[in-house]
DNA sequence: AGCCATATGTCAACCGGTTGACATACGAAA
DNA sequence: TTTCGTATGTCAACCGGTTGACATATGGCT
């Protein structure tokens, strides 16, 4: 049998309350017992039972965090960032992959609540996943989750606009924007609605390719087809994330285009990975470490003062220069 | 106030044993009470306590996983199937990143201890991580961590020799492998003998470079510029991950060398976003979902029945055949 | 009438740690 | 000598749900 708190008493010679003092620091304890009961956790190999312990506090030091998937190497470092960061100020991180399936992210939602996380982190947009009067500190990232949740995002505005203007500069004459499905309520539509900004404003037209899945599916390929099939003249594209960014880039090469010369591409996210490995893409960087910052610095303040600031955090953008603009 | 089991009850108009028997499915329950029950739970907002559950249960359905880091898309395919396999089959994932220190995975040991976790998957290597006698049930991916511990690994002497056995057919004279710390003990060496012992069978010099991190990191990029530095003659490299791969053809391309004709390059894992936006590259692809499905299969053997098959689980290799190596 | 399966209630112990109330005891300061 | 700060013990309630023991009641079947 596991040992408890009473079997640590019982080696320590002290009483059960006199462990629970040392273990939580309260009321008058002489360094003589607190030595006696460390020695005896230690020869026992006695860990306290953090169950019992959040069920009586009421507090569980978990948070949990909804993501569509790890695979993705955007999620991939911002979950990594969030659990880094959430693991120095003493939570622990439930993981959820919700794949973008909006049952999922209810049966993971209640999940949460069930083992009393103490707050969410959702990076999934899930219409009425939460009801408007829910107890729960949550933060959302990139997805508007309800009115009373506080959004974390980066300046997809100024993203849009600075992507499409590199392309402009790059001497684009017909830019195209291809992103992910626009019912969705995202800031990263912002994006997009950057992007037709600016070609308005230079009276030209834009022309908008939706993929049909936010998750990193071969499906988008189709999309891909489509674009060069009805539009073959295209010499510019904005693409929504990287992944999306290279893919173009391969199949293009595979029509025979040159990039940048006759085709100049820029990507969206940025991540460490894909700078490191594919340095030559022009990218829009997400500050992913930054955002996993705030999100877990204002989760925190909620779950402590349980106050909801609800508003917004908005995080700056960074172009970065590869060889696929020029 | 969250409501609880009595305030069901009052709702409903039974007991809150009644209740419990339904939630349950114990004992005799009617239809009728069945609905009336779960109808108050709807009406109240009743979300059951599973802290409170788990602690009698003795029984949490909580699982640990301790990898590097997400942000290795390797990683990060890992854990999403890990996650997605545990979600499937009831439990529930609780993520730590290591990040390779041993520190930090014995700080993360403990706290799923205290957390009562159910069991634990283990994808990094502390040497003294667990007492050969611990009780808690515990797979480890591609790392030795005990000898009580059932070790989960693809086919690494198969896949070493599949990667310099392509090397050679492809026509190369001087092949190099790079590898992380040789000191790990971990399955993934099994690459390196492999390698050095086709290299011997046809009589020539293994020769192996180290990089100081497993963790992805820049400063790799100096044991690949000694490389070259060092053997600029050399025309096949068989890079212990494609990370490594990649950059060591971003670097030698910057040196002039021409993929594949002045050198040709095999990389390791293949993850399913390494294929997809690098399909060039010629690697040997870990099969991350059996790796997985096995790792969960085999932890929940030991969970549910208590016995610990202490053996090892090797799963086939695959190659990937780009035109980094033709 | 007796028996049994079904259906539900009452009650208390239990999981393991926390906490407040209260008692006790010692040594030092007033 | 009294008082107070320090140190520890005893005890019981509590967190919220689970479970076994036992009582009770109804309706159908022999």
Redesign the pocket.
């Known amino acids: ?9 019982r080696v ?10 040392v ?2 620091d ?9 030595r ?1 009961v460390y020695q005896a956790m230690k020869e026992i190999n ?8 959040s ?4 507090r569980t030091h978990l948070i949990g965090v909804i993501v569509p998937s790890t695979s993705n190497p955007f999620y991939g470092e911002l979950v990594s960032h969030i659990e880094g960061i959430c693991n120095r100020k003493g939570y622990k991180v439930l993981l959820c992959n919700s794949l973008n399936e909006a049952d999922k992210e209810k049966k993971y939602w209640e999940m949460l609540l069930r083992n009393q996380v103490d707050g969410v982190i959702v990076v999934t947009y899930n219409r009425g996943l939460v009801n408007d009067n829910h107890l729960l500190p949550a933060i959302a990232i990139d997805h508007y989750l309800g009115k009373n949740i506080h959004v974390i995002s980066s300046n997809n505005y100024q993203g849009g606009e600075i992507a499409t203007n590199e392309l402009i500069q790059s001497g684009c004459k017909k830019i195209i924007h291809i992103n992910g499905p626009s019912q969705l309520k995202t800031p990263a539509n912002d994006r997009r609605y950057a992007y037709e900004a600016v070609l308005r404003e230079r009276g030209r037209d834009p022309i908008v390719y939706e993929t049909p899945s936010v998750a990193f599916l071969e499906e988008n390929i189709n999309v891909i087809e489509q674009l060069f099939r009805e539009h073959p003249d295209v010499d510019g594209i904005f693409a929504s994330d990287d992944l999306l960014a290279l893919k173009i880039i391969q199949y293009a090469e595979g029509l025979g285009y040159h990039i940048p010369n006759d085709l100049k591409v820029i990507g969206y996210d940025g991540t460490e990975l894909i700078r490191s490995i594919s340095p030559q893409l022009t990218t829009i960087i997400q500050p992913v470490l930054l955002i996993a910052e705030s999100a877990v610095k204002v989760l925190e303040q909620q779950i402590e003062n349980k106050e909801f600031s609800i508003s917004e955090t908005v995080l700056p953008i960074e172009l970065w220069k590869g060889s696929t603009t020029q």
Chains 1, 2 share one sequence.
Do not use: F
């Open positions: 049998m596991k040992p408890k708190i009473q079997d640590v008493a320590a010679g002290v009483s059960a309350t006199t462990v629970s003092r273990l939580n309260r009321g008058y304890i002489s360094e003589e017992t607190k006696k006695y860990v306290p039972n953090d169950l019992a312990r069920l009586y506090k009421n």
